[in-house]
């Protein structure tokens, strides 16, 4: 049987965490959704299976999309705009549920029918909130007992919406970038509390880079205007925070890596493990106690869930520290 050999040592250089992937996704759609006649260049991009997935699908949607190699090994895309509604088009999301969450309202402004397909665990993703939208909307759709693949043919009518918060915030961001392009003014009321906010924030912070400006009423009702225009844009993909928190709690449990990249005025929703480790620091002046009296650390999951594998590691490495988490 093989082994490793684990020699304890302490970590120090430098580290460039990848760039956003959820930034990535929105940009390209995005760029896409602009006029056929304009460019967008898309700089510091990874191409990973979930960004080549949504690549593939805008090209399906009549955007075309080139690719160049930096230096470094990211890459430029240069993102001419969609040129036309499209009388059919594949899109296989592969495993990627952004891609699938984000597309399926935008195919449907942009193509007359539309198949959706995966792999993994994506084929059993619930779509429950758009297909009760599609029933409102009388938008014709086939799928395997709930399941992908999914074909969908209509047009989004636009309107008023309500939209469940807690199950995921990529339906949201579907609706928001596919509205604007419909020939009235909608409305998208959130029917509960809002989990993974700032992924929303991701979305509206990037419609805006491309001239989409959302009224956003604290997080509880999005007012989108019909009949806006897409704008060509540039834009360069910020570092990863959710990555960088592995070595940001390295840092913290006594190694000695620089991150670089990192945005300190970045949306991202996982920027919060720079607080959460200084809550940890200043772990004496806590006065959160639990139910037998000791002090703890309690640590809200729903905007964060991608950071819990990482916050547990700090958790169980912080002697004599009680650390409580919830809504995971």
Same mark, same amino acid.
Request: glycine content about 6%; aromatic content about 6%; some cysteine.
């Given at each position: ?25 929105r940009?390209i759609?995005c ?23 949504t ?10 999309i080139?690719i ?5 090994? +990211? ?12 009388e059919?088009?594949?899109i296989?999301c ?5 891609t ?43 799928n ?56 929303? =924030?991701? +979305? ?9 400006? +959302?009224d ?20 360069r ?27 300190e =005025? ?27 009296g ?18 547990s ?9 009680? +650390? ?5």
């Amino acid at each position: 049987m093989n082994s490793i050999l684990i020699k304890p040592s302490v970590l120090r250089g430098t580290v460039i965490p990848p760039p956003s992937k959820s930034l990535s996704h929105r940009a390209i759609i995005c760029a896409s959704l602009c006029s056929g006649n304009e460019i967008s260049h898309i700089d510091n991009v990874i191409l990973s299976d979930d960004i080549k997935a949504t690549i593939d699908a805008m090209r399906q949607l009549r955007a075309e999309i080139e690719i160049i190699e930096n230096d470094d090994k +990211t890459y430029c895309l240069n993102v001419r705009g969609n040129r036309g509604r499209v009388e059919y088009a594949e899109i296989n999301c592969n495993e990627s549920g952004s891609t699938l969450r984000f597309l399926i309202p935008v195919a449907l402004m942009l193509a007359d029918r539309c198949k959706f397909s995966g792999k993994g665990k994506l084929i059993e993703r619930p779509l429950d909130i758009f297909y009760k939208i599609f029933d409102e909307d009388t938008i014709e759709y086939e799928n395997d007992s709930g399941k992908l693949p999914l074909t969908v043919s209509g047009k989004l009518r636009g309107g008023h919406y309500n939209i469940s918060g807690r199950i995921s915030s990529q339906f949201i961001s579907g609706l928001l970038m596919a509205l604007p392009l419909i020939n009235r003014d909608s409305v998208i009321s959130v029917t509960d509390n809002m989990e993974s906010a700032a992924y929303v =924030d991701l +979305t509206l912070q990037m419609l805006k880079k491309f001239n989409i400006e +959302t009224d956003n009423k604290d997080y509880k009702e999005y007012k989108i205007s019909g009949n806006s225009k897409y704008e060509a844009s540039s834009c360069r993909i910020e570092a990863d925070y959710s990555q960088a928190a592995f070595y940001l709690v390295a840092n913290a449990l006594g190694n000695d890596v620089e991150c670089l990249g990192l945005n300190e =005025d970045s949306l991202q929703g996982d920027k919060e493990i720079i607080n959460i480790i200084e809550r940890f620091k200043n772990f004496e002046n806590s006065d959160s106690t639990n139910c037998s009296g000791s002090k703890e650390i309690v640590i809200d999951a729903s905007q964060i869930p991608d950071l819990i594998p990482i916050i547990s590691v700090l958790a169980a490495l912080q002697k004599g520290k009680n +650390t409580h988490i919830v809504n995971a």
